[in-house]
């Protein structure tokens, strides 16, 4: 059985009812849009989407599930990133007619486990034909609490950057079976005022002078102490990209006592990797990260 | 210039200044998620994502512009469909390396020409690097009062069935510059009760049955009485599809004020076509409309 064979009709019906919902789902798919109940009044609307595609993000022979898992997991690292809380997602899969309805059953296995990891609605989606490379777009609602929410804009000059895991390596398989760290993200901001954050998905070459240019600063990083993974070379730790991992400011006076409750609470490792400065006229040296359109 | 050279950081601070936004964007294109302030309490959260495809939903020739114009009004007409109002969208562009930028400039004239008329802002969006067709995908989130959403699966037996405007005969072109008619949804939910509603992207063959199943109802349709465009055959009227046109359900005890008060506020035609009946054992006979996977 391949998808010209079943029609988007009987691929949504079949899908439809394995699909994780919550309670606040009205409408999920099979109407025009997704209805769902909005967020309270001291909450803000959290949107974003994103997506992957074979050939760039996945190869043809990735399992199927591993392309679902990453093509979820992806933009709720983005949620992660503003200490968010995903809720609902909505799923594009543009595939060739002869795509078999096995690998589809297989990458709404991978988008949904983690979808209900998270406790995040696949509400609903579209599916179309192409001549080209698979695509699968996952676009997500969410809320963060006024109080709670980071941007990347908000560090200042002597900030301390801190990273959690390690570093490098990640198309050896990690960039398949990542977890967002939204429980890390939840606990940061639960329990400390962070500046700025973002997730690493380009590799902290390019996404580090992101965050220093949102911020209007620069940075000085200790090389040495980046977290790599066993068998990365610093520039791969740098410039590999696909870590999802945090990047986060923090005021140097709770760098130490955010140390310190993060080792109790968590296994993962968390390090500080250097400082924000003023803003400098030539930008720092350092490798810079995978840039999609730069890369071939 | 081309996508290659112009790296995604540049094509997004390009264009992110440019983007449509209304004064409920807190954070917009830049940034992990998009973050804007939630809708009341009242009201429902609605969401829409869909795609278009080179070679499925335009082709190499057609104008960028056009593209852009497509990809935001065909979400935009399911929130007509469910009388619901449009706020914010996110737009995913998956496209060669050797994309030239002055398309890409065309494409997002075309993304917010739609948006604006619509009051809608474009808070964000990815790009990504693909050997295949282009892909624009673009997802979109905003919201319906509680009571005036419109579902498709409210349809009773009896109820009178209206559709806007003509059917048939839009790949001719309109299909690239169609009006998502929410205007008129909104109209019709603030002055009547409509019972079930969706917006007939596959053609009416397709699309009918899919609000006679979801209301389990079934349908009479007096073939003659369907608005065609111009030089268009029946058959065309009910599978060419693309036509994004409203088809709604009403009680016949409604139906004539609405006639008399339509024709008073729209010039936009209005057709009753038929009516709903109890359900049917075998579905009745209409041509089926445009499936994406069956149609190859």
Redesign the interface.
């Known amino acids: 059985m391949n998808?010209?064979?079943?029609?988007?009709?009987r691929?949504l019906a079949r899908f439809a009812s394995h699909l994780p919902l919550n309670r606040k789902v009205?409408?999920g798919a099979?109407?025009?849009?997704?209805?769902?109940?909005?967020?309270?009044?001291d909450?803000?609307?959290?949107?974003?989407?994103?997506?992957v595609?074979e050939?760039?993000?996945f190869a043809l022979r990735t399992p199927a599930r591993s392309v679902g898992w990453k093509a979820m997991a992806r933009p709720l690292s983005?949620?992660a990133?503003?200490s968010?809380v995903p809720q609902?997602a909505?799923?594009?899969l543009?595939a060739a007619?002869a795509t078999p309805v096995a690998w589809v059953n297989a990458l709404y296995v991978g988008l949904a486990k983690v979808a209900a990891l998270f406790d995040v609605s696949i509400?609903?989606?579209?599916?179309?034909?192409?001549?080209?490379?698979t695509?699968v777009?996952v676009?997500v609602?969410g809320?963060?609490e006024k109080k709670r929410?980071i941007?990347?804009?908000g560090a200042k000059p002597g900030d301390e950057l801190f990273v959690t895991g390690r570093l490098g390596g990640s198309l050896g398989g990690r960039h398949l079976r990542f977890r967002p760290r939204i429980a890390e993200a939840r606990w940061l901001t639960e329990h400390f005022s962070i500046d700025a954050m973002?997730?690493l998905s380009d590799g902290i070459g390019a996404d580090l002078p992101?965050l220093a240019a949102?911020s209007r600063v620069g940075f000085e990083i200790d090389q040495g102490s980046l977290p790599r993974n066993r068998g990365c070379t610093l520039a791969q730790a740098i410039g590999d990209g696909e870590d999802y991992e945090l990047l986060f400011a923090v005021a140097p006076e709770t760098s130490a006592a955010l140390q310190a409750k993060w080792r109790k609470r968590w296994s993962l490792k968390l390090t500080r990797i250097g400082h924000l400065t003023a803003r400098r006229r030539s930008p720092p040296k350092v490798p810079r990260g995978y840039?999609?359109?730069?890369?071939?």
Do not use: N, Y
């Open positions: 998808l010209r064979k079943l029609g988007e009709d691929l009205i409408a099979g109407d025009d849009c997704a209805v769902v109940d909005s967020p309270g009044a909450e803000l609307l959290l949107l974003k989407t994103d997506c595609v050939g760039v993000h983005d949620f990133a503003m968010g609902f909505l799923v594009t543009i007619p509400v609903g989606g579209e599916t179309s034909a192409t001549t080209g490379p695509v777009t676009s609602a809320f963060a929410w941007s990347r804009s973002l997730d992101r949102a840039v999609h359109f730069q890369q071939r």
